[in-house]
């Protein structure tokens, strides 16, 4: 039998198309590439770059409190970028949410995601033994 779980996500919209905020298994939790969207789920395109990146930046943060994880626990990042030229603007804001947490990342540059929006991050992250 599976150990997969699709932990629910309180501080979260329910995702827009079939798929989990997190899902947990095998001692990691993954999480879905998260966009600029507030609580409501609306997306907002219309914030500047490192306000987007904070955004994202809190609903992954989201998403691993309902696995039981924190950025501590993080292993990978991908970050989807349109546009490299944004890279500073969310270097910057990526060191103030993460903190000294510093896991392996890679930032993808990309001609358009979905909304409009600028940033969408995914992550992978070692789930704290019980």
Known sequence: MSDVAFPAVADLAAPRGHYAHVAAGGGLAFVSGQLPLDAAGEPRADLPLDEQAALALRNVEAALAAAGCNWHDVLKVTVYLAGVEHWPAFDQ??????????????????????????VEVEAVALRPAP
């Open 93 to 118: 804001a990526y060191r103030r949410a993460l903190g000294d947490a510093r896991p392996a990342r890679a930032v993808v540059p990309v001609p358009a995601l979905h909304y409009g929006m600028r």
